[in-house]
């Protein structure tokens, strides 16, 4: 067997010899993440008969780059490389499987899988779900003869989709529920404390520090607080979510609804009578046609309940170029009916939705989702300022938007259109006081 000669550097050392249930390793740019990343998983594979390990980067592209090349190369003699699989087969039964997530349901495939050490590579670019459904993974997988507790161990950079919960656990190591302090550690590094580069490569400093002033802070200093957090940081599942309960035949119901090929989101609301608003219910679906998502919605409406409106994404109302019919005379042919086109001001509305996660003078919120309405639940969190837009939510990931987009058009229905939208100036100056202006205007006030 060929020998594997290693001298890493104090911080990655840490990170090697640490025990913790959960261990996290960097912070900045060119602290020598990766190669941490890869030894020790290799090490523990050398070390520990039996054992099996996942290895994972958000995208095949990242994975095949920055793991697959570089461990072929340094596990020839030691380890066979199963392409088809995609793992690496040790003498001694140990196997390293390299997997990705690119879509946040990706992740669902490794569900039933048992892995004693799971390995999460730029984890900031993995969303909340994604970590949680891989902690499920992480467990005694029956093929190692030695007793041997699981763990995972991720590397990170500030920003990406999952800044906040990485933060929070690692870096803020505020904990809730069952979490406990002593379960995760965070070692931080940075590209001084990578003597390679800085002996091989130290141009790359002046690149760092030629970046923009908040993002020099997270990858030259790994500042945690330079990046944007979350577009709703008022969201807290203990606040803003509830046990479901049996909503009074009396009270006002509608829906929204956000369609698309890729997603049918659709939810719906009930307002009690001190005018708090519930979603109590969602339909969250891919690959659903027009008439089967109306049909699901249809299916998905108990006949008692007495839904006064269904409010939609204003683009349904434009005609389909195969059937010259709109998306919501289709909808409606198929059953929908009461279908109500959105107000679509996508600031305003977003500010709408802030006003009603905010405490009221009661301490409650106005907006209360029900437990099991898991998509809203899990997207709201999610999204992210759009960097040309500073009031606006960022459309990436797609995936995570179509919730979010179905309570802004919910909430946006409650508000009059004065309200909702801010009022357009008149093209002139003087008003009418009950006669014509002096210039008649090019456009006609109807238009505003």
């Known amino acids: 067997m060929s020998e594997i000669l290693i001298c890493p550097n104090e911080k990655q050392r840490l990170f090697f010899e640490s025990s913790a249930r959960y261990t996290a390793y960097g912070g900045a740019r060119g602290g020598g993440k990766s190669w941490a990343m890869r030894m020790k998983m290799v090490l523990l594979a050398v070390n520990y008969e039996g054992i099996n390990i996942l290895l994972l980067r958000r995208t095949l592209g990242e994975l095949r780059e ?7 190369k340094l596990l020839t003699g030691i380890a066979e490389y ?16 390299l997997g990705y997530c690119d879509g946040e349901s990706d992740v669902l495939q490794y569900q039933g899988q048992s892995y004693e050490v799971i390995g999460m590579e730029e984890a900031t670019h993995f969303t909340y779900f994604q970590f949680q459904c891989l902690t499920e993974c992480n467990r005694a997988s029956g093929s ?3 007793p041997f507790t699981p763990r995972m161990f991720l590397t990170a950079n500030p920003g990406g989709v999952g800044h906040d919960w990485f933060k929070r656990l690692f870096v803020d190591r505020q904990y809730r529920g069952n979490e406990k302090a002593e379960n995760y550690a965070f070692i931080r590094s940075l590209v001084f404390d990578n003597a390679y580069i800085m002996e091989n490569n130290p141009e790359y400093v002046e690149t760092l520090m030629a970046l923009p002033e908040k993002r020099r802070a997270a990858m030259l200093y790994g500042d945690w607080n330079s990046f944007e957090g979350a577009f709703f940081p008022e969201f807290c599942e203990e ?19 956000d ?3 890729d997603m049918t989101a659709c939810l719906w609301f009930a307002i009690s009578p001190e005018g708090r608003v519930y979603v109590y219910r969602e339909l969250y679906e891919s690959g659903l046609l027009l008439s089967e998502a109306a049909a699901k919605i249809r299916a998905a409406t108990p006949r008692q309940e007495s839904i006064r409106y269904t409010v939609a994404s204003p683009d349904l109302w434009n005609r389909r170029q195969e059937s010259g019919k709109s998306g919501a005379e289709i909808m409606t042919a198929a059953g929908l009916t009461g279908l109500k086109k959105a107000q679509n001001e996508r ?12 405490d009221g003078e009661d301490g409650k919120s106005a907006l209360c989702i029900f437990r099991g309405c898991d998509n809203l639940i899990r997207c709201l969190p ?23 987009e179905a309570l802004r058009y919910g909430l946006m229905s409650r508000v009059p259109r004065s309200e909702g939208k801010k009022e357009k100036p008149l093209p002139y100056s003087r008003s009418f006081e009950g006669r014509r202006p002096e210039r008649e205007p090019y456009r006609s006030i109807i238009d505003y």
């Not at 199963?82 to 001694?92: A, D, M, T, V």
């Not at 600031?347 to 905010?358: A, D, F, P, S, T």
């Not at 500073?390 to 919730?403: C, K, L, M, S």
């Open 66 to 72: 920055n793991h697959i090349l570089p461990l072929q």
């Open 82 to 97: 199963r392409e088809s699989q995609k793992e690496f087969r040790f003498g001694n039964g140990s196997r390293i499987k």
């Open 144 to 146: 190692m003869k030695k």
């Open 239 to 257: 606040v803003h979510v509830c046990v479901p309960f049996e909503i009074p035949p009396d009270w006002q119901r509608f829906r929204a609804l």
């Open 259 to 261: 369609y698309g090929l």
């Open 347 to 358: 600031i305003n509305g977003w500010r709408i939705v802030r006003e009603y996660l905010k």
């Open 382 to 404: 999610l999204l992210r300022f759009d960097s040309n837009v500073r009031e606006d939510a960022a459309d990436t990931p797609h995936e995570i938007t179509h919730a979010p």
